[in-house]
């Protein structure tokens, strides 16, 4: 129980205010300790993906006082679709690749990469550009096709989603660290850090047909929860996302928003899309089951323009 | 010629085109281009005859370099060309080996009235009706089926269970793949086959070439022309009659010294046999009977038979469960056509072209291809079909119609292929779940890569989808990700004639590049 104590006595100190008035306890806190940080959020705006983390993670004390050294690391972008970097539909690699390497300058003993492709997966990692730039930055780049690779968890809480399938090495590492990119997406009106665990379940038609939105928040009561949410906000599909058509669904927002607070991150987002939080139903449900705050003029952001 | 080393070149050619055919098909990584494919299919003697009707160009007439081959050498295309002939020497190896004494061979009355018949049968249905017929019987394509319906599945089973042994070592550079079985019925004429052939081959070497085989009939008729044969040098022959103990066509003749070079496959066994130094390979100048044989392997039948049928449900037991929706889905869907591959043109024109080799039943990326029941009708059995229930058709990915050995799959470019339209996108708006659940989806058309489904506002804050199906492909990925059961409440009809879709028209969107942060 170890690990318990630790949990509550870091959530002491932390941001959630709104959290207590929710039903749960422990389930709503942060694995990693959000108060050693300056900021609540760090967003960069102005310059390459790369360029862009490596100032803002800087500003957060660097991945360092995220990562242990020895331990083992999950990076999880999204890959999901067969689609060329340029447009956007999964996370850009450079980013990716500049994340990885931050991880193993801290000391991360190994690096992992994976998704749950929608697309054929193999075309996915490799059209993507993710398997090459995370295996030359020396991350494992480990498949997710296969429900072999699944372990069944509860989710205790969880209104609509009680339990699911998760990759192995969601599991097995001990830092987690999430790397959605932001994309309009067709029902949900966005997705971004909250959305991009659809990628690391195996059966996400089950969410597709029993409430998405309540699915998507649900499966955020999971213990195991991201270290930090970096939201890829450089090319931005504005619209007929999550897959996109065209370059013409593309806007350079040469953005890059990093925090552990995934709800704040989805907020974040949403304004940057242009949305009302609101109308992104999983962000409110999320903020009232206190799983994060959705209130993002109440943070302390750290604003950074190149 | 009468050197042994006739015989070691054989072994070695066909064991060279052994591995290579070995390898395309059983090749679930998808790593061999499709250039290299071509080459090893050129040539197969069916599919090239079928590809030269198709085309008449003579880029694709390797069936004429094998006749010219046969006129010239005799039916060595059986023993160093054709992937099933290989295989049942192989087969027939083991048979050798495990009964040693057993004399499986000896001179044999040819079975000419089956042999002809057959071809003769053949021939007359293939003109007047189809070739469906020919798809039962075409040698390549029969050894097509057993390495995609029971080579690969074993091979991908051997391949998981190392990758999982490597993954305990946190070792992921092999990948587990799911085994996905067809149905049970698409077994049942493979499994046939692989009974007869395999048999036959264990017992009595080539029999089924020299009976049934329509191949080996017809290129058995023109060997009786050919220039180069195998003959008996009467002087030297001391009539020992190890050449024709060792024939595993059965067709020499050694009291009369006669080789039947209709039945002969030129395997030069007989040369490496002969102690006398009688047999050669040699031009043409101007030969009957030994009988014996017979046993039943019923471990072996017994072990066959139980993983042939086994392996469907191997198969079947790594399935991924489906979702299941709160409320079942009420209305059924409505199709009138199956979905024909693309490069296929229609179904009419797929049907009499398609041997049902399954090459690119194995080749498909994502398994979306599986042999047809009776959604063609009862003559295109074990024909490719596009199944949406078990996956959809990669956007980006032309490989069906890029290697296709009887051209029933023409090559399309991308982009061609990103424009060919195999069906048509229906939507059943009473199953779907944002109606009847009142939630949020839009499974169908985040997956849908041309946006012919999208979504229009419905009730509240909720999205349903609606379909354009003027720019719609038919890949079959909305029907796929649907996840209403057992209904689905969006589906793709196949279209009889391929139809050409529009290209989707995307305007810029208004957002503007924010130079300050929004928040």
Redesign the interface.
Known sequence: MKRRDFLKRSAGAGLAAGAALSIGQYEKLWSAAPGRAKYDMV?V?GGNPDAMFDLGIQELGGLGAFIQKGQKVLVKPNIGW?VVPELAANTNPMLVKRIIEHCFKAGAK?VYVFDHT???W??CYK?SGIEKAAKGAGA????A?????YQQIEIPGGVKLKSAKVHELLLETDVFINVPILKD?????MTSCLKNMMGVV?????W???????CIADYALFEKKPALNIIDCFNVM???G??G??K??I?????LIITSDWVAGD??AA????IETE?I?YIPIAHKMGLGNMD??SLN?K?IKM | MRSPLLRIFRILISAIVFICFFIIFADFTHLIPAKYINIVLYLQFIPSLLNFHDLGTFAAAGFAVVLILTFLTGRTYCSFLCPLGIGQDINSRIGGRIKKKFRRYGYKKPFTIIRYSILAILIAVTIVWGVYLLTLLDPYSIFGRFMTYFVKPVVILINNFVAGILGKFDVYSLSHIPVRGYQMLAYSIPVLFFLLIGILSFTKGRLYCNMICPVGTLLGLLSKVSIFRIKINESQCTKCGRCSIGCKSSCIDFLQHHVDVSRCVGCFNCIKICQDKAIFFGIVTKGKKVIKTDVKKRKFIEGSIALLFGLPFIAKGQDKNPPVPKNASSVKENKTFPVCPPGGGSIEDFNIDCTACSLCITACPNNVLQPAMLQYGVKGMMQPVMDYHKSFCTYNCTVCTEICPTNALRPLTLEAKKLTQIGKVNFIKDNCIVKTEKTACGACSESCPTKAVYMVPYEGNLLIPETNVEICIGCGHCEFACPTTPFKAIFVDGNPVHEAAKKPVNVESEKEIPVEFPF
Do not use: F
């Open positions: 967003a705006m067969d190994e929608c697309d054929n193999v075309n059209n494992k780049v480990v498949p096709n296969s429900e072999t690779y997406h067709n029902s949900t009106r195996w059966d996400r038609g089950y597709h047909s029993n409430n998405l939105n309540q504005v619209q007929h999550p897959q058509v065209s013409e669904d806007v350079m927002m040469k953005s907020a974040a304004r940057m899309l242009g109308r139903e993002i003029d952001i604003r």
